[in-house]
């Protein structure tokens, strides 16, 4: 009997390890099952998310990446010239640039001039060496009028036709800008140059011009940037502390600029700061000049326009922060025992912090881009780098120096933005802690 029951038990047992072991496995198959789904939904979502935010980032990449990509290559490059002094660069590859090249050199730059002549090249490349030393236009295009085919003696016949064919600085020219990439446009936009030997100098003193272009462009943001903080941070105050009425009829106002147009806007100021204008009227009128001022075609004028056109930028993204700050935090504060200066610079300066480093940083940015107000309002010692950009991009053809001008200014608006970057965080960190 009782060898009957153990047995009985020993098969229940047996049955109760199967059962479990099924169940085991029956569970790990759900959780592969469960497991599978769960990468399946997340993989639809991220399909979902790439769908609806697809167009923005070819957006993104057409409208930024392409073209900074496309402004790096162009600093560097120079396949136009190279291409159209082929010859030339290979005859030149062993010349050490302290005499006159070979003959050889003279007969492939007499090659290269005829071949550019006869696919219409030639007044590009003679407009873009021109750029680099005067008068080798002229030399270019006089040298392909008189010269029908390579002469028998290159050498003679290209110094019978040009004297200057004998400088070796147009050779100097000729061998530096045949090759396929070049560092010069870099350089130059750092008032640098590469030696003959190689090495990198500065420029003489005289033909340093565009660090002071730089200097120039960042000084004049710098200042339009600190006017706009002193009456945009007031002025925002107003709007956001109004009552609602008078606060649409005070952001409508600002909203009005938008809508004319920059070039108008700049013109009205001309009228306003001429020696005869409303602003000379009225100092003189009040007494604080005796005679009128010059408030234009100089520094005055350009940051008094600037700050007008870029005021907008900064009040309005300021104004949008002091508006979601909590009143609660100024009472308390104040049943604190706090004066309002003490809130004002312990909660209320804190609290708006991160609007004033987003606007300053958005009025630097688009300051630093203004090309007509300066050319409007400006004198010759007010111009901006923008208008250095335009002259090589528009009036020389050169978009080397112009794609190499701007990376400098871009490099500089990056400096700022990795500065305020942490400061930005910083205040937005005190303003959760608060």
């Known amino acids: ?11 229940m047992t047996v049955s109760q390890f199967i059962a479990d ?16 789904r769960l990468r399946a939904g997340q993989r639809r979502k991220i399909a979902r998310a790439l769908t609806v935010a697809g167009p923005l980032l070819v957006f993104l990449l057409l409208a930024f990446v392409v073209p900074l990509a496309s402004m790096l290559w162009r ?6 010239v190279s291409a159209s002094l082929r010859n030339t660069s290979q005859a030149l590859a062993a010349w050490d640039g302290t005499s006159l090249p070979d003959v050889s050199a003279f007969a492939a730059l007499a090659n290269d001039i005829l071949d550019a002549k006869s696919r219409n090249d030639l007044p590009r490349l003679a407009t873009r060496l021109n750029s680099e030393l005067g008068g080798f236009r002229s030399l270019l295009l006089s040298s392909a009028r008189k010269m029908e085919a390579v ?59 565009y660090l002071d272009y730089l200097a120039r462009t960042l000084s004049i943001s710098l200042t339009v940037s600190l006017a706009c903080t ?7 105050r107003l709007m956001a502390e109004a ?15 938008f809508w004319t147009s920059l070039l108008v806007r ?16 009225l100092l003189l009128m009040s007494g604080v000049l005796h005679d009128p001022a010059q408030l234009i075609f100089n520094r005055t004028g350009v940051i008094v326009a600037m700050t007008h056109v870029l005021l907008p930028f900064f009040a309005l993204p300021l104004y949008g922060v002091m508006k979601g700050v909590d009143r609660s935090l100024l009472r308390a504060a104040a049943s604190l025992g706090a004066t309002p200066f003490r809130t004002f610079l312990s909660v209320y300066l804190p609290l708006t912090m991160p609007g004033v480093v987003a606007g300053w940083v958005m009025v630097f ?19 901006m780098i923008s208008a250095l950009i335009a002259d090589f991009a528009i009036g020389r053809g050169n978009w080397g120096m112009a794609s190499a001008l701007a990376i400098l200014l871009l490099v500089c608006i990056g400096i700022v933005f990795l500065a305020a970057a942490p400061l930005l965080r910083r205040k937005s960190l005190n303003l959760g802690r608060g």
């Not at 009205?268 to 020696?275: C, D, G, I, P, T």
């Not at 300051?367 to 111009?383: E, R, S």
Request: a positive charge; hydrophobic letters at 45%; glycine letters at 8%.
């Open 365 to 383: 940015v688009l300051a630093n881009g203004f090309y007509i107000t300066p050319a409007l309002v400006g004198g010759n010692k007010d111009q």
């Open 21 to 36: 072991r099924g169940d085991d496995r029956l569970e790990s198959a759900s959780g592969k099952a469960l497991s599978a």
């Open 266 to 281: 700049t013109a009205a100021w001309v009228v306003l700061l001429q020696k005869e204008g409303i602003a000379n009227s």
């Open 75 to 80: 600093a560097v490059d120079n396949g136009d």
């Open 151 to 209: 002469p028998a003696d290159p050498r003679m016949a290209l110094l019978a036709i040009d004297k200057r064919w004998g400088d070796l600085r147009f050779w100097v020219v000729l061998n530096r800008e045949s090759a396929r990439f070049t560092i010069r446009n870099v350089l130059s936009v750092l008032d640098l140059e590469k030696t003959a030997e190689g090495s990198v100098q500065s420029v003489p003193k005289e033909r340093r011009v």
């Open 243 to 257: 009552s609602s009425g008078v606060q649409k009829l005070l952001v409508s106002v600002v909203l009005l600029s």
């Open 230 to 236: 002193l009456i945009g941070f007031p002025m925002a």
């Open 1 to 11: 009997m009782r060898i009957q029951v153990h047995a009985k038990s020993t098969e």
